[in-house]
């Protein structure tokens, strides 16, 4: 079972997501996930909003540049939006806090454009469309009052942040006006990642195309790495899909070695 707190933020957030889905899109909670790595957080908004049948788009926050300067900038990464067709779509910011915690570089100028992406961001949540990036260098305006924003980050690992806290990380009280609600997740368990393995579609597609292959002994196989493994997991959630793609990809053995050989046949058989 997973922790009590563990659940309850999950429960909150599938309301917030249901909430924003039957409004269509019309009532936008947007609200900031704290976890530590392998907490789970990417792995459980786009299950909830596969769950729902929303749209899903993830954006590394740290990767980003100030709209100008060479690099991905915010209106390229918000470029999948238009795909959507103006329907319902979560845009999943993950390491968001990577914008605004000092400590992250000496540079002044790299500090000056992740808070010019902090205001970028904060203009896309006042406005009712966002600048995207096209091809040939042409942007257009794309209605973004329809999309959830949900930003994410490890916030140096600190446990139960609040909006003070995240004040005095350097978030801007005009983004936390915008974006006022906080759920903290904790570690995922040995029994949290067995059950997601448990239930995972992935798993059940691998199943279908070898359908030779026995499903209790490779739950088995994979159940057992992650509790052998489990200190070492950085991964977090991410760890179920590689040790699943591994699994069928290598007949049946996993581990941290490389795939030497890799043969595809219509019959498909470890």
């Known amino acids: 079972m997973q922790a009590q707190n563990q659940i309850e933020t999950i429960t909150s957030i599938r309301k917030i997501i249901d909430i924003f889905k039957s ?29 729902a049948e929303v749209g899903y788009i993830e954006v590394n926050a740290a990767q980003l540049t100030k709209e100008g300067t060479s690099g991905n900038s915010l209106s390229k990464a918000l470029a999948p939006i238009q795909q959507h067709q ?13 914008l605004f915690i000092s400590g992250n570089s000496n540079s002044s100028l790299a500090h000056e454009s992740t808070n010019g992406v902090q205001n970028e961001f ?3 949540l006042e406005s009712d469309t966002a600048t995207i990036s096209g091809d040939y260098g042409k942007y257009y305006q794309v209605p973004v009052k329809n999309v959830l924003f949900i930003f994410a980050g490890a916030f140096n690992g600190e446990p139960d942040i609040t909006i003070d806290r995240l004040r005095e990380f350097g978030i801007k009280t005009e983004f936390i006006g915008r974006v006022g609600l ?52 950085t991964l977090g959630a991410r ?13 049946g053995k996993i581990g941290f070695d490389e795939v030497k050989q890799i043969s595809f046949q219509k019959k498909l058989e470890l």
């Open 122 to 124: 904060l203009k896309v």
């Open 239 to 251: 760890l179920v899909t590689t040790l699943i793609h591994q699994y069928f990809i290598k007949g």
């Open 182 to 233: 906080i759920y903290n997740l904790e570690k995922l368990t040995v029994k949290d990642l067995i059950n997601i393995l448990k239930k995972s579609k992935l798993l059940e597609n691998y199943l279908k195309l070898f359908d030779k292959v026995n499903g209790k002994k490779c739950i088995k196989t994979i159940s057992e790495f992650i509790e052998q493994y489990y200190e070492n997991n």
């Open 86 to 98: 103006n329907k319902p779509i979560i845009v999943f910011v993950d390491e968001f806090d990577k």
């Open 23 to 51: 409004s269509e899109g019309e009532v936008r909670p947007h609200h900031v996930l704290v976890g530590p790595s392998g907490s789970g957080k990417s792995w459980a908004i786009q299950t909830l909003a596969e769950e």
